[in-house]
């Protein structure tokens, strides 16, 4: 048995962890692929995404191409979309998109509109820098 000293410690390794740069990183690419798993548990295609201001989640979009008949309707766009109406603007600057997989090339001129600041995508946390119109 684990002695409260042991515990308390441990404790607060997991704590500082999750505080980390790395560790923020890896919290919002979880949340977007919970949005992954939405997407398919709705028999839609596996992707997912969320936008983070200051860390701060702000957008969320499961992929709905399959359920809405709409090949434009991307996790990125559907998360871009949802933070432009949760914030009442469509100027996302500072933004991070995190996605489950790079972003499609109409994606990324989505974000790169919005003026999102970053992408972020897949399990291996890959920056893939500015997006690019």
Known sequence: MATAGALWSLAKTAT????????QLRRWIEAAFEMKRRAESAGDQPYGAVV????TLIGEGP???IQRGDWNAHAERE??????????????SGAILY??????????ATAATAKIARMI?????????KPQA
Do not use: Y
């Open 16 to 23: 500082a962890a999750a505080q980390s740069p790395q560790g």
């Open 52 to 55: 983070v201001l200051d860390d």
């Open 63 to 65: 992929s709905r191409v």
């Open 79 to 92: 998360a871009i979309a949802d933070a432009q109406q949760r914030l009442g603007r469509n100027d996302l």
């Open 99 to 108: 996605s489950t997989s790079r972003p499609c090339s109409r994606c990324e």
């Open 121 to 129: 995508h897949g399990a291996g946390l890959n920056d893939a820098g």
